[in-house]
């Protein structure tokens, strides 16, 4: 049974909505399917009336914003370091909500989404190596869209 | 935080000194009247004690207050509160009211006069989140796991622009907030007991859909609330005055789904649910009570990773069906003749199941390792070379939702005859569901059941009215039976957890404590037509089992017993049918064999009513000599 972590409490701060999560940006989560709680582990959440909901309460405590990265892309990694898996899954595809965030942060306007899916679809391979984390797969990222002419300008 | 307190306190002596507008009878009547209103007891979270009928709030931190005596007086803190919220020319961020932005707000309503003052983080804040509406998230129970029955609840902050990512909205939890050093017989003691303090946080709603969508594969329910602007912009001022504060949690009344509606309640005089919830607040029911007031509009439905698998791979044939399962065993087949032959379409659709797959395998297998983790980089950068998009038609979504099955609680009255005796049966079950009620809205083959009580009043003898007599005949403590159906893709296990009191059927058979644990498989025996639709014939299950139970009338006091449990179910929305046999020699304590066969029939009448007809008998050998017993019965269920 996962246990619960105080965290991403409301923190009050200038500048970001909650305080970051102490592990910063893209400090490499890898895409490996993460597991899920066995049958066993559930019998007692049942006895707690919906304590298998709370359990995970903090455990990822990413926030939008993300202190350690700067400029336009602020933020990008965080989001990209805490949708690993689902990412990989859509850049393969070249379609998918969590692909079609990526972009909103990026911000990304509507008339270059088919170019940015595409361009992340035919550089999967740069992004999601077998040593891929998050902070690979930013760069791959980055990469790709520097190639692209419809995509340079999000860089800044 | 004292120091804060402290400040407030000092302006409010200077504020006493002050010829202010607050000491006039006619403002010590008006906060007399405001104080005794319930929006400002919804704000602060005044309840009135159960017992001794005084008001407490239920916010258990010191600076969720100006008053000393603010958490069991709402007329001293309102007091307290209006002088300090009067004040000008305050420092940016120093003031009350960036402290409590939701009561100010609400107050000034009755002190048109008061100045906002500035309050940068707030507003900063609040851009940050961008709340223009609310939607309350109810994850739905998933297969396998009967305790997520329960479920748990959330509130999405959307933004403006309906075509922003929802993934990238906020969302509102309420929660334990565990010490994470307890272990979990502590954390479960300590959760129902109410050690710990409950946190409202925020998480981007991303966190939780990979939480309830991938690793739970549990499906979500979205309902958008139809709140003005008004209220939903005091819903988050009021969140953030719960910042850096403790709520009681208490898992049956205080959770998280109580805690959301009185989060609702101080946001609009419009506004007034939590209430209904004074005992136990089911996330369920918060829902229907919300869709009750009207406060709900669209409901979208996201499926979970399971559905998706199970409905993509219904569109597969059996050879791709057959390839996507090899794949995963041995990657090197995209390079095979086999798979190359398909056509870019076809490829896609078997890599992308195939991934599914080896997700599902991780996920909910445990088999996540190097190699598995190398075999999914390879498949979707297989699936990356192929162009081709949307290769599966869309999710289709359940015809009932969760919030639309029946009704929590079941009262039950049936007549029946055993052992040739007549007996009236009147049972009252707190929740939730088992196999046999009306299916709609529940997963097939859940079920847990808690405090469900059967008292039976027999008849010994028909022609005298003097035999009556009345006993207990069954108290379910708690009572969890999973039956996931296996199929070619995923492969649950179910299994069945149950204790509490029962009798057998023989004559004169005593109460006995029990405690049943069991594991085993189960199949869907539905058969899919050549037009694409599918016949439902029911599941059937095996179970191994063991057995204790401890009483009296057994030698030793208990017995220990083990064997199999078989069974058949059929959970039609109509037609509700079961049919399940065991046998259980003893292993240890009185020794004696066990042997039933259930029979079951139900029917719904209506969405809370189902008449039910059920037949049983049973046999315990012991020494080789056999005594039996058996019993018939016709009920009605109705859920409250």
Same mark, same amino acid.
């Given at each position: 049974?996962?246990?619960?972590?105080?965290?991403?409490?409301?923190?009050?701060?200038?500048?970001?909505?909650?305080?970051?999560?102490?592990?910063?940006?893209?400090?490499?989560?890898?895409?490996?399917?993460?597991?899920?709680?066995?049958?066993?582990?559930?019998?007692?959440?049942?006895?707690?009336?919906?304590?298998?909901?709370?359990?995970?309460?903090?455990?990822?405590?990413?926030?939008?914003?993300?202190?350690?990265?700067?400029?336009?892309?602020?933020?990008?990694?965080?989001?990209?370091?805490?949708?690993?898996?689902?990412?990989?899954?859509?850049?393969?595809?070249?379609?998918?909500?969590?692909?079609?965030?990526?972009?909103?942060?990026?911000?990304?306007?509507?008339?270059?989404?088919?170019?940015?899916?595409?361009?992340?679809?035919?550089?999967?391979?740069?992004?999601?190596?077998?040593?891929?984390?998050?902070?690979?797969?930013?760069?791959?990222?980055?990469?790709?869209?520097?190639?692209?002419?419809?995509?340079?300008?999000?860089?800044? | =935080?004292?120091?804060?307190?402290?400040?407030?306190?000092?302006?409010?002596?200077?504020?006493?000194?002050?010829?202010?507008?607050? $000491?006039?009878?006619?403002?010590?009547?008006?906060?007399?009247?405001?104080?005794?209103?319930?929006?400002?007891?919804?704000?602060?979270?005044?309840?009135?004690?159960?017992?001794?009928? &005084?008001?407490?709030?239920?916010?258990?931190?010191?600076?969720?207050?100006?008053? +000393?005596?603010?958490? !069991?007086?709402?007329?001293?803190?309102?007091?307290?509160? !209006?002088?300090?919220?009067?004040?000008?020319?305050?420092?940016?961020?120093?003031?009350?009211?960036?402290?409590?932005?939701?009561? $100010?707000?609400?107050?000034?309503?009755?002190?048109?006069?008061?100045?906002?003052?500035?309050?940068? +983080?707030?507003?900063?804040?609040?851009?940050?989140?961008?709340?223009?509406?609310?939607?309350?998230?109810? @994850?739905?129970?998933?297969?396998?796991? @009967?305790?997520? =029955?329960?479920?748990?609840?959330?509130?999405?902050?959307?933004?403006?622009?309906?075509?922003?990512?929802?993934?990238?909205?906020?969302?509102?939890?309420?929660?334990?907030?565990?010490?994470?050093?307890?272990?979990?017989?502590?954390?479960?003691?300590?959760?129902?007991?109410?050690?710990?303090?409950?946190?409202?946080?925020?998480? @981007?709603?991303?966190?939780?859909?990979?939480?309830?969508?991938?690793?739970?594969?549990?499906? !979500?329910?979205?309902?958008?609330?139809?709140?003005?602007?008004?209220?939903?912009?005091?819903?988050?001022?009021?969140?953030?005055?719960?910042?850096?504060? +403790?709520?009681? &949690?208490?898992?049956?009344? %205080?959770?998280?789904? &109580?805690?959301?509606?009185?989060?609702?309640?101080?946001?609009? +005089?419009?506004?007034?649910?939590?209430?209904?919830?004074?005992?136990?607040?089911?996330?369920?029911?918060?829902?229907?009570?919300?869709?009750?007031?009207?406060?709900?509009? %669209?409901?979208? $439905?996201?499926?979970?990773?399971?559905?998706?698998?199970?409905?993509?791979?219904?569109?597969?044939?059996?050879?791709?069906?057959?390839?996507?399962?090899?794949?995963?065993?041995?990657?090197?087949?995209?390079?095979?003749?086999?798979?190359?032959?398909?056509?870019?379409?076809?490829?896609?659709?078997?890599?992308?199941?195939?991934?599914?797959?080896?997700? $599902?395998?991780?996920?909910?297998?445990?088999?996540?390792?190097?190699?598995?983790?190398?075999?999914?980089?390879?498949?979707?950068?297989?699936?990356?070379?192929?162009?081709?998009?949307?290769?599966?038609?869309?999710?289709?979504?359940?015809?009932?939702?969760?919030?639309?099955?029946?009704?929590?609680?079941?009262?039950?009255?049936?007549?029946?005859?055993?052992?040739?005796?007549?007996?009236?049966?009147?049972? =009252?079950?707190?929740?939730?569901?088992?196999?046999?009620?009306?299916?709609?809205?529940?997963?097939?083959?859940?079920?847990?059941?808690?405090?469900?009580?059967?008292?039976?009043?027999?008849?010994?003898?028909?022609?005298?009215?003097?035999?009556?007599?009345?006993?207990?005949?069954?108290?379910?403590?708690?009572?969890?039976?999973?039956?996931?159906?296996?199929?070619?893709?995923?492969?649950?296990?179910?299994?069945?957890?149950?204790?509490?009191?029962?009798?057998?059927?023989?004559?004169?058979?005593?109460?006995?404590?029990?405690?049943? !644990?069991?594991?085993?498989?189960?199949?869907?025996?539905?058969?899919?037509?050549?037009?694409?639709?599918?016949?439902?014939?029911?599941?059937?299950?095996?179970?191994?089992?063991?057995?204790?139970?401890?009483?009296?009338?057994?030698?030793?006091?208990?017995?220990?017993?083990?064997?199999?449990?078989?069974?058949?179910?059929?959970?039609?929305?109509?037609?509700? =049918?079961?049919?399940?046999?065991?046998?259980?020699?003893?292993?240890?304590?009185?020794?004696?064999?066990?042997?039933?066969?259930?029979?079951?029939?139900?029917?719904?009448?209506?969405?809370?009513?189902?008449?039910?007809?059920?037949?049983?008998?049973?046999?315990?050998?012991?020494?080789?000599?056999?005594?039996?017993?058996?019993?018939?019965?016709?009920?009605?269920?109705?859920?409250?």
């Amino acid at each position: 049974m996962k246990k619960i972590i105080a965290g991403a409490i409301l923190a009050a701060s200038s500048t970001m909505a909650f305080a970051a999560s102490p592990a910063g940006c893209g400090l490499g989560t890898a895409v490996v399917f993460k597991d899920a709680n066995e049958w066993h582990e559930h019998v007692l959440a049942a006895t707690t009336n919906g304590t298998s909901g709370n359990q995970t309460f903090g455990m990822t405590s990413g926030t939008l914003g993300c202190e350690a990265a700067n400029g336009p892309l602020a933020g990008v990694q965080t989001f990209m370091d805490n949708n690993m898996d689902q990412l990989a899954m859509d850049v393969s595809k070249g379609q998918g909500e969590t692909l079609d965030a990526l972009a909103q942060i990026i911000g990304v306007q509507q008339s270059d989404t088919s170019a940015f899916n595409a361009a992340m679809q035919a550089n999967f391979d740069s992004m999601f190596s077998a040593e891929a984390t998050s902070a690979t797969a930013y760069e791959g990222m980055q990469e790709a869209m520097q190639t692209s002419v419809e995509l340079q300008k999000y860089l800044g | =935080m004292f120091f804060l307190k402290k400040s407030y306190a000092a302006c409010f002596i200077i504020s006493l000194l002050t010829p202010f507008q607050s $000491y006039s009878a006619e403002s010590s009547q008006t906060i007399q009247k405001i104080s005794a209103m319930q929006q400002w007891q919804h704000l602060l979270h005044y309840r009135s004690h159960s017992i001794l009928g &005084y008001m407490e709030s239920e916010n258990d931190s010191d600076n969720f207050f100006i008053s +000393e005596m603010g958490k !069991v007086d709402p007329h001293s803190e309102l007091l307290a509160e !209006v002088p300090l919220f009067a004040m000008q020319n305050q420092l940016d961020n120093e003031s009350l009211q960036c402290r409590f932005p939701a009561r $100010y707000h609400w107050l000034k309503q009755f002190y048109p006069d008061w100045v906002d003052q500035p309050c940068s +983080e707030l507003s900063a804040w609040k851009d940050e989140i961008d709340a223009h509406k609310l939607t309350l998230i109810f @994850p739905a129970s998933y297969l396998n796991s @009967p305790s997520s =029955m329960y479920g748990h609840s959330l509130i999405r902050l959307d933004k403006e622009d309906e075509s922003k990512s929802k993934l990238l909205s906020y969302s509102v939890n309420f929660a334990a907030n565990a010490d994470p050093t307890d272990n979990e017989l502590v954390f479960s003691y300590k959760g129902l007991a109410g050690g710990y303090p409950g946190v409202v946080s925020i998480l @981007p709603y991303y966190a939780k859909v990979n939480e309830y969508s991938h690793l739970e594969h549990r499906d !979500v329910w979205e309902y958008q609330l139809n709140l003005t602007e008004q209220e939903v912009d005091q819903f988050v001022n009021h969140i953030w005055e719960t910042k850096e504060t +403790e709520f009681d &949690y208490f898992f049956f009344d %205080e959770n998280c789904s &109580y805690r959301l509606l009185a989060l609702l309640d101080a946001s609009s +005089e419009r506004i007034n649910v939590a209430d209904d919830f004074s005992l136990k607040a089911m996330p369920i029911d918060t829902i229907r009570s919300l869709i009750d007031s009207d406060k709900v509009g %669209e409901v979208e $439905y996201r499926p979970s990773s399971g559905v998706m698998l199970n409905q993509q791979q219904e569109q597969l044939s059996d050879e791709q069906k057959i390839l996507a399962v090899n794949i995963v065993e041995n990657v090197d087949l995209i390079n095979d003749e086999e798979f190359l032959s398909l056509t870019s379409f076809e490829q896609a659709q078997v890599l992308e199941i195939s991934i599914s797959y080896l997700r $599902y395998l991780v996920v909910k297998k445990k088999q996540r390792s190097p190699e598995n983790r190398k075999k999914s980089l390879a498949l979707l950068s297989a699936r990356s070379k192929i162009s081709v998009q949307d290769v599966f038609q869309p999710i289709v979504e359940p015809e009932v939702r969760d919030d639309q099955g029946h009704l929590t609680h079941r009262a039950t009255v049936a007549l029946g005859q055993q052992n040739g005796d007549g007996f009236i049966d009147l049972g =009252m079950r707190i929740a939730y569901h088992e196999l046999m009620d009306l299916p709609d809205g529940f997963i097939r083959g859940g079920q847990i059941e808690m405090g469900a009580l059967t008292l039976r009043g027999i008849n010994k003898d028909s022609t005298s009215r003097d035999d009556f007599s009345l006993q207990l005949q069954r108290f379910k403590v708690i009572n969890i039976l999973s039956l996931g159906a296996r199929d070619y893709f995923q492969q649950p296990i179910s299994w069945r957890v149950s204790t509490g009191f029962d009798r057998f059927i023989l004559e004169g058979s005593d109460l006995f404590a029990h405690l049943d !644990v069991g594991g085993g498989y189960s199949y869907d025996l539905s058969i899919k037509n050549k037009d694409k639709t599918s016949s439902d014939y029911g599941q059937i299950y095996g179970l191994l089992e063991t057995r204790l139970k401890a009483s009296g009338q057994f030698e030793d006091d208990y017995q220990l017993s083990a064997g199999a449990q078989i069974g058949w179910l059929y959970q039609g929305s109509q037609w509700q =049918m079961k049919a399940h046999g065991s046998w259980l020699p003893s292993v240890l304590g009185d020794d004696f064999d066990y042997q039933d066969i259930v029979l079951s029939l139900g029917s719904k009448l209506d969405r809370n009513l189902q008449i039910r007809v059920e037949a049983s008998q049973q046999w315990l050998t012991k020494s080789g000599r056999a005594s039996d017993g058996d019993s018939v019965s016709l009920g009605l269920n109705w859920y409250f």
